[in-house]
């Protein structure tokens, strides 16, 4: 089935469904179904709720992002401004950039 809820909002479902006949009670139920089945589709990844195909790519491109700060081919302020445009809220970013921070300064201890 299409993805209306561009196009139409749920007072307008349920005034569609009530016009081609089906009882009040009944459209509202539909509506309300069908936005939790869409809701129970998206995932979450860094604090995003988004599609399972989005989500691959966001994945992809945070794990990009992270290879390039570990060799420290880019700054922490690059990563940040990089994870923002992908959405990110602000603690998921400032967690990501510490735990990637603390992961760069290992340094080998000799034996």
Do not use: C
Not at 27 to 47: F, I, N, P, R
Not at 91 to 109: F, G, M, Y
């Amino acid at each position: 089935m299409a993805d209306l809820s561009a196009i139409l909002d749920d007072a307008g479902a349920v005034a569609a469904l009530i016009a081609i006949g089906l009882p009040q009670n009944l459209a509202a139920s539909m509506v309300l179904h069908w936005k939790q089945e869409k809701a129970a589709k998206l995932v979450d990844v860094y604090g995003v709720h988004t599609t399972r195909e989005h989500a691959i790519d966001l994945r992809e491109r945070v794990a990009a992002i992270k290879e390039q700060f570990l060799k420290k081919l880019i700054s922490a302020d690059t990563v940040n401004t990089s994870l923002q445009s992908y959405g990110l809220p602000v603690l998921n970013r400032r967690a990501l950039i510490s735990l990637w921070e603390a992961q760069s300064r290992k340094t080998v201890i000799p034996p």
